[in-house]
């Protein structure tokens, strides 16, 4: 089955310890992206990836890193995680080109206190 | 940079139906690609309709269908006969054709009553 799965589904951290939500997607779309969704602003881009090694910022990219090693995986990761990064987050893929929509992941609800 | 504007953060309608959400876009590009993606309860993000910008006709998937004013920058979803699955958050989004950043607006919290 086509899909993007992320993980985990729920997280909940504390201040300043590292995590990483992963994302893989096995339709061998080139474009990957990170989305955050927050309460009255929709979802806002944070990153987003062309192909493999090649990264690009979104709207929103301060206090988070990705990598592209692999054109099937895109981690986002954050290394100090801050309370203000609570959010809902989505991992998206898609084909380059024309009206090709995007395929989200199921979300990863985070929470740091 | 383009905006996505929608004007009602909260919309209700009778079973069986119709109900139209707003969405408005801000561009100067004429080639582009809107979108209608529906997110019920379980926060899975659904295509539910999509535009190109260069086609006058109006795009439709069984009970969905849009209204693509281009001049007017204007990207309504309309619902007919609606059900009670329809019940979710509806964004409309805008993605230029050069560009590979995608719009969301703030969504539209369609409720649907028995």
């Known amino acids: 089955e086509a899909q993007v799965t992320q993980n985990p589904r729920y997280l909940i951290t504390v201040t300043g310890k590292k995590l990483t939500v992963t994302c893989s997607q096995n339709m061998n779309h080139e474009y990957m992206s990170w989305y955050r969704q927050d309460p009255g602003l929709g979802l806002r881009q944070i990153y987003y990836s062309m192909n493999v090694e090649v990264t690009d910022k979104g709207d929103v990219p301060e206090g988070y890193k990705v990598s592209r090693k692999e054109k099937r995986n895109f981690p986002l990761i954050l290394e100090s995680p801050s309370p203000n990064q609570t959010s809902l987050y989505f991992c998206?893929?898609?084909?380059?080109?024309?009206?090709?929509?995007?395929?989200f992941g199921n979300g990863t609800r985070l929470t740091v206190t | 940079a383009q905006t996505v504007t929608q004007s009602q953060p909260e919309m209700s309608v009778q079973e069986a139906e119709t109900v139209t959400l707003s969405c408005t876009y801000d561009t100067s590009e004429s080639d582009y690609y809107l979108f209608w993606y529906k997110q019920p309860p379980s926060r899975q993000m659904i295509l539910v309709i999509r535009q190109e910008a260069y086609k006058q006709q109006n795009a439709t998937e069984n009970r969905f269908s849009v209204n693509f004013q281009k001049a007017a920058k204007s990207f309504s979803l309309k619902i007919s006969d609606s059900q009670l699955g329809d019940a979710a958050m509806y964004f409309c989004?805008?993605?230029?054709?050069?560009?590979?950043?995608?719009?969301f607006g703030a969504g539209t919290r369609l409720t649907v009553k028995p």
């Open positions: 998206a893929s898609r084909q380059q080109g024309s009206n090709s929509p995007l395929h």
């Open positions: 989004a805008y993605r230029s054709r050069n560009n590979n950043d995608m719009r």
